[in-house]
């Protein structure tokens, strides 16, 4: 029998875990879930004044006394684990950047893009109809254990604050060789999937990007690859791998109807690596083309995308109030703390909140705020004084009454998978708080 999670004191200080979806960016996630915490007791610090919002993105951002940072970005086409910082909780957050990742992505054969992923245009095509899975099995073999990486050369590069096509674009070298990243992987393949020819026949339905790059912008890539080279001639790194450009260009559908093959790998990678990289090099080591459709960050550091779920559901604080952080007196803080230097210990493997609880608190408190604001114009109907109104629904008695009551879903959900961080930590004038 699991044992019932030790409740957090409050206000929350800490890590949890989301389960990012495919489409927003990761700070358009936090900025739709960072009102839920604005109006949660369980963020309340009745010492901390609420200050406004400040102007222009940070990491690491403070939402009116509730400081919110996330560890490590996923694009939009991503989903997946996305660990998000609470309040002291951001200080920790670094360690995510630099742990070891786990991924699952589908790439699609046939054609390479910009990005190396299906958000680019299309750079170049190739016979996909040839490729099995044996042949995928093949090649990963290449990709295993220390590799050297070069970043998407064409679409994400930059060098000196400028992008890498514009020193093509204006025929000037680079300033310097692009430097190659050593990256350790594992990886396997645990899909390989034919195109569905009708529906529910069980194929996939990825399909190409319909943009392609223009004849100018090829032009301009065939330059930069020579760039690259001859930037990179007398340095002890790897030849870029880049698509046939002068191929001709292959239809997605043959003559006999077959469209591309898709194939998904799981990924463990070092800090660092381009995953995307590795199912674009894979479609060139195939002697063919590939770019990501699908891609998800499994885990990161100790929290995973699925948990142990059985375990989460066992006895747990849910409904129940953590109750407010104690106070430490500085100087039994200093003697116990640990060093500065040491790590927070990693927990037990933690499974995200699921982004459909997220999506019914934020459709929730949608409907609370209507709720309310046909409740003031009821009351201004009906002749209230302005004290009457503010008793009711002003913003003192509006805050009281949403955190009045058990605990909502997702904040159960995030007390089960919080992992709460030390709020005194030693300083060289002394323990801070």
């Not at 590799?147 to 204006?170: C, H, N, V, W």
């Amino acid at each position: 029998m699991p044992k019932a999670p030790t409740s957090p004191p409050i206000p929350l200080n800490g890590l949890f875990p989301i389960a990012k979806p495919s489409g927003p960016t990761s700070m358009a996630v936090i900025e739709s879930i960072t009102p839920l915490l604005l109006d949660s007791r369980l963020f309340d610090d009745p010492d901390q004044p609420r200050i406004a919002k400040p102007k222009g993105r940070k990491r690491n951002a403070h939402h009116q006394g509730v400081k919110v940072g996330q560890g490590g970005t996923l694009d939009p086409l991503a989903d997946g684990v996305l660990v998000i910082g609470v309040n002291r909780g951001t200080k920790h957050l670094n360690r995510f950047l630099l742990c070891t990742k786990e991924y699952e992505s589908t790439g699609l054969l046939g054609a390479s893009t910009t990005t190396y992923d299906s958000q680019g245009p299309i750079l170049s095509t190739a016979r996909f109809d040839h490729i099995t899975r044996e042949d995928v099995e093949r090649v990963l073999d290449r990709f295993r254990g220390q590799i050297k990486q070069t970043p998407p050369i064409f679409s994400a590069l930059k060098m000196d604050g400028k992008p890498l096509y514009e020193y093509a674009r204006e025929s000037k070298p680079l300033p310097r060789a692009i430097e190659t990243r050593e990256c350790t992987v594992s990886i396997d393949l645990i899909d390989f999937q034919p195109a569905s020819s009708v529906p529910g026949d069980g194929g996939h339905t990825y399909a190409w990007p319909s943009a392609r790059l223009s004849a100018d912008d090829k032009a301009v890539f065939r330059r930069l690859t020579q760039l690259v080279h001859d930037s990179n001639a007398t340095a002890d790194d790897v030849a870029v791998p880049v698509p046939d450009l002068a191929a001709a260009d292959v239809a997605e559908r043959t003559p006999a109807g077959t469209r591309p093959p898709a194939f998904t790998i799981r990924m463990t990678v070092s800090s660092g690596t381009y995953v995307r990289s590795i199912v674009h090099d894979i479609g060139l080591a195939l002697g063919c083309a590939a770019h990501v459709v699908k891609l998800t960050r499994t885990r990161q550091g100790e929290f995973a995308l699925h948990g142990d779920e059985e375990a989460l559901a066992g006895p747990s604080t849910a409904g129940a109030v953590p109750a407010p952080a104690a106070q430490v007196d500085e100087e039994e803080a200093a003697n116990e703390a640990a060093p500065a230097s040491a790590a927070a210990a990693p927990g037990p493997v933690t499974g995200a909140i699921p982004w459909a609880v997220w999506e019914r608190a934020i459709a929730e408190r949608k409907a609370t705020l209507a709720a309310e604001k046909q409740e003031a114009e009821e009351l201004r109907a009906a002749g209230a004084t302005g004290e009457e109104i503010a008793a009711q629904v002003g913003r003192g008695a509006i805050y009281a009454r949403r955190r009045a009551g058990e605990l909502k879903e997702w904040e159960t959900e995030l007390l089960k998978r919080f992992q709460a961080v030390d709020t005194a930590y030693v300083h060289n004038s002394g323990v801070k708080r």
